[in-house]
């Protein structure tokens, strides 16, 4: 309901469906104030909001409230695909209509949602008569926790974007800007993550830590040093604080996904994947991206991989360096790139009609390295090229360490960074061409609107193998980069003692990832050889493990120590537990009550128990049972290691 009145000075409490969570809104002496809390116990006090504006008076001074409506919302909203089926959606909303006492008397809205597990908030600024554009200086919004709160971080603006190792360290020791989701555990024992929702024409959200001791947003900038430049109307993105009372419970939460619009097209031609690729090879030295002797994408070499795919029982073939603008120092010439023209030695329309006709999806390749230009020049001849070619995915790269636009280099991160991905996936839609984007800009839920989207990579993954990762770092990702959706971990190394890129994993942790890591586009991405002659009774369990679940259950798990979780099968009854540990080895005791009535036959890929990431790396215990949910699972985890199990449910 509405409520009308002039006010300049107001309290109030916005509490969540259950009760249990709390936002307080506070406007006094002109400026607005919000704090969090969940039973009573404040895990944000008082903070800060607001904007600084170039060529205007701060935006978030001298207030009145005119109008204030509360109402409460309950929903399930049904996901095209992804790691729960169904998501509740159901908050209370206030929305507080500001404006200002003095000239030039400007208008926003500041709109609160509170969840059971989260709290989010926006600013609403429509256009006004001497008010329809603005440049954003300074985003004012605080989060101001606890600073003895304990963080685990990645720094922001750095060349490698996303690509660095969690850190943990208290939140007062932070001396560098950092990306989210930002994870805290409150010295009450609560977990949080900051992060935002529906991120659109606008600078990515990095946190700082200001002079005050209070975290507070730090937008990325443009190259001319604003934030954003916005027409009006304009809604920012979603400021969303998930709450948990442990780590565990953190890692589905999915609030991200209820706050972003359902979509607005028809997508039931959207399909997630698996897909092996013409690209571990290259990695290890045996075949290049660049024209030569030993080039990896040949019509030859595909022809083969897509004979591998049919025998193995996967769906897709990606292939890396097939066009032009591979040759020589590729990062720096990045600008010679064509995405219509093949290498002499690659004929994409016979190797894409050959796909076809063997029923395999193309995964189409586009490396920009960030020259955004050269790219959007020749963006729609590109997608037309593969759409007119049966090609309906692709993955695109951004590996530079800025992009260029405009002629100018800006952050990956930036409102100008941000368009650019957009773009991308608006036009592939039109194509009915899904995505896998690496170097991208992370996920904040556009997925329930883009559903084409299918994965992005945004972290480390298994290209770092080889000493730039340790077994904590997949013990990270659930309660940090996966809280911004599914990661193309490029998964199911079985070369693990490759001198080039020697694994730091178990032959099981391998199996695992394909459960703990979700990815709507999955690569099982050794080659074939490794599946079909070495382990074959392993790559099974790759070959039966889906792409798209109907519920996501956590079984146990602390961040950087270790992760287990169950999933069930959308298509089937079916269900798959994974699970990591870090350099420690654990027995876990997995109790499986979350299974239906009625016998499952249990395929069991464990560590040996003298398995060790680093000298007995293939030792694995495989077996079968048959078992029901009133019994337990009692496996062992070796140092670096992990475990797999299908639970196939019998009629």
């Known amino acids: 309901m509405f409520k009308w009145f002039t006010k300049d000075s107001v309290e109030k409490d916005i509490f969540s469906p259950d009760g ?35 060529g205007e008076a701060p935006l978030g001074d001298n207030l009145k409230l005119i109008r204030e409506r509360t109402s409460r919302h309950t929903e399930t909203i049904e996901m095209p695909w992804g790691e729960d089926r169904f998501i509740n959606n159901n908050y209370t909303e206030s929305a507080f209509y500001l ?12 709109r609160f949602r509170v969840f059971d597990n989260a709290v989010a908030f926006r600013y609403e600024i429509p256009p006004q008569p001497k008010f329809q554009q603005i440049s954003i200086k300074d985003e004012l919004t605080e989060f101001n926790v606890d600073p003895n709160s304990t963080a685990w971080q990645i720094p922001a603006y750095q060349p490698d974007r996303y690509e660095y190792n969690y850190e943990k360290s208290a939140v007062h020791n932070l001396t560098h800007s950092v990306h989210t989701p930002l994870t805290l555990k409150t010295p009450s024992g609560y977990y949080l993550a900051i992060h935002e929702a529906a991120l659109y024409n606008y600078g990515s959200m990095t946190i700082k830590l200001d002079s005050k001791f209070c975290l507070k947003t730090d937008i990325t900038p443009l190259s001319d040093g604003s934030k954003a430049h916005v027409v009006l109307p304009f809604d920012t993105p979603w400021r969303l604080v998930m709450l948990a009372d442990s780590a565990i419970e953190l890692t589905t939460n999915r609030t991200m996904f209820a706050l972003n619009d359902p979509p607005s097209q028809d997508f039931s031609w959207v399909s997630t994947l698996k ?4 690209w ?34 996967i769906s897709g073939l990606l292939i890396e360096g097939w066009n032009e603008g591979w040759e020589g120092d590729w990062l720096e010439n990045g600008i010679n790139n064509k995405f219509t023209v093949s290498t002499p030695d690659f004929d994409l329309e016979e190797v894409a009609n050959y796909a076809y006709r063997n029923h395999i999806e193309l995964v189409g390749h586009h490396e920009t390295v960030g020259f955004i230009d050269n790219y959007e020049k020749q963006l729609e001849a590109a997608y037309n090229y593969y759409a007119t070619n049966h090609v309906h995915y692709i993955k695109t790269g951004y590996a530079g360490s800025m992009m260029l636009i405009n002629g100018r280099r800006e952050y990956h991160h930036s409102q100008l960074g941000v368009n650019h991905y957009q773009k991308t996936v608006e036009l592939a839609a039109k194509k009915h061409i899904c995505l896998d984007i690496h170097e991208p800009i992370k996920g904040t839920g556009i997925e329930r609107t883009w559903p084409n989207l299918l994965s992005r990579e945004g972290a480390r993954g298994q ?12 013990c990270m990702l659930p309660y940090t980069r996966l809280l911004a959706g599914g990661m193309d971990y490029t998964s199911g190394i079985f070369d693990l003692e490759n001198s080039v890129k020697r694994m730091s994993t178990t032959l099981a942790r391998q199996l695992a990832y394909f459960v703990t890591i979700y990815s709507g586009m999955q690569m099982a991405a050794d080659r074939p050889f490794m599946y079909e002659d070495r382990f074959p009774d392993e790559f099974e369990f790759i070959k039966q493990v889906p792409t798209n679940f109907e519920k996501t259950i956590p079984l146990a798990g602390e ?46 890929y464990s560590d040996a128990e003298n398995a060790h990431f680093r000298d007995n790396q293939f030792a694995i215990v495989k077996s079968n049972k048959h078992i029901s949910r009133n019994e337990a699972l009692d496996l062992y985890m070796a140092p670096g290691g992990g475990l797999a199990v299908r639970l196939e449910k019998q009629s």
């Not at 897909?275 to 013409?278: L, P, T, V």
Request: charged content about 20%.
């Open 20 to 54: 249990r969570s709390k936002c307080h809104f506070t406007l006094k002496s002109g400026s607005i104030y919000y704090t969090v809390s969940k039973n009573d116990k404040t895990l944000i006090s008082t903070s800060a909001l607001g904007f600084q504006i170039f």
């Open 99 to 110: 404006s200002e006492t003095k000239e030039p008397h400007r208008i926003f809205t500041l």
């Open 275 to 278: 897909f092996i690729g013409i």
């Open 280 to 313: 571990w090879a290259m990695y290890v030295g045996e075949w290049t991206w660049a024209p030569g002797e030993r080039h990896g994408a040949t019509t030859e070499h595909a022809k083969e991989y897509i004979d591998a795919a049919v025998r193995l029982g």
């Open 463 to 474: 290209e770092y193998e080889g000493g730039a990762i340790s077994p904590s770092h997949a």
């Open 559 to 604: 961040i950087g120590e270790y992760y287990v979780v169950a999933r069930k099968d959308r298509d089937s009854e079916d269900w798959y537990i994974g699970g990591v540990t870090n350099e420690e080895g654990r027995r876990i005791h997995l109790n499986l009550n979350f299974l239906s009535t009625g016998s499952y036959a249990a395929h069991i």
